[in-house]
């Protein structure tokens, strides 16, 4: 037997009082204002702190190369650039200008982007991909590239809203025997 619906069943659905929708996702963090610079020495710990909370791992000697990697050489296109808010560090991205890389034209890469888990949604990583670009666009290029682990959907859904598109390129690997 085919079920049926009462006759007042579907008005009384339409009528009855729709709750509420709930709030969008808030950030755990109250939304501060925030800024965007240069890193300085000073602020290492946060960034290896944040580092570790999304990777596991603390890497010390790693970030400290790259500080003096990209921190002192801003002139050669290298930028490591952190997001406060309340004057603590929530984010950083790093990049730099690569120059007739895979044959391409001199474009920007972003290497790394990274906000607290306790920061996120409230447009910090926005701000440190607009922040970086400026300073890419400041160097003459047009372009900016990134590379993503194909599993990792929250960094594809991030670049995608900041209007990155699939590129001309594909990455290739093959193991090296021993
Ligand atoms: C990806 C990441 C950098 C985004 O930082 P964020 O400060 O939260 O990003 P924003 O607030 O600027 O978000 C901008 C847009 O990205 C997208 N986005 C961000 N987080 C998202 C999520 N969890 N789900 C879907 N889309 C998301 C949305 O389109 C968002 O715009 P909206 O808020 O108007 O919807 C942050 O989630 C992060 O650090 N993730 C882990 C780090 C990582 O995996 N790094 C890769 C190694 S480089």
């Given amino acids: 037997m085919s079920k049926?619906?009462?006759?007042?069943?579907?008005?009384k659905r339409r009528t009855k009082a729709i709750a509420p929708a709930p709030p969008a996702v808030a950030p755990a963090r109250?939304?501060?204002?925030?800024?965007?610079?240069?890193?300085?020495?000073e602020d290492l710990?946060?960034?290896?702190?944040m580092d570790a909370m999304v990777t596991?791992?603390?890497?010390?000697?790693?970030?400290?190369?790259?500080?003096?990697?990209?921190?002192?050489?801003?002139?050669?296109?290298?930028?490591?650039l952190v997001a406060t808010a309340d004057d603590e560090v929530i984010g950083f991205v790093i990049g730099?200008?690569?120059?007739?890389e895979f044959g391409s034209?001199?474009?920007?890469?972003?290497?790394?982007i990274d906000v607290r888990?306790?920061?996120?949604?409230?447009?910090?990583?926005t701000q440190l991909l607009q922040g970086i670009c400026q300073r890419f666009r400041r160097a003459g290029?047009?372009?900016?590239?990134?590379?993503?682990?194909?599993?990792n959907t929250l960094i594809l859904s991030f670049f995608r809203s900041q209007g990155m598109m699939i590129s001309p390129f594909i990455p290739l690997e093959m193991d090296l025997e021993q």
């Fill in 96 to 100: 730099e200008v690569r120059d007739w």
């Fill in 56 to 80: 596991g791992i603390h890497k010390r000697d790693y970030w400290n190369s790259l500080y003096r990697r990209y921190a002192e050489a801003v002139a050669t296109g290298h930028h490591f």
């Fill in 30 to 41: 109250a939304r501060a204002a925030l800024s965007i610079r240069a890193v300085r020495h």
């Fill in 45 to 49: 710990d946060a960034v290896i702190e």
């Fill in 117 to 125: 888990p306790d920061a996120r949604l409230m447009g910090a990583a």
């Fill in 4 to 11: 049926t619906t009462q006759p007042g069943a579907a008005s």
């Fill in 105 to 112: 034209q001199p474009c920007g890469w972003v290497f790394a």
């Fill in 141 to 151: 290029v047009s372009k900016v590239r990134t590379l993503l682990a194909r599993e």
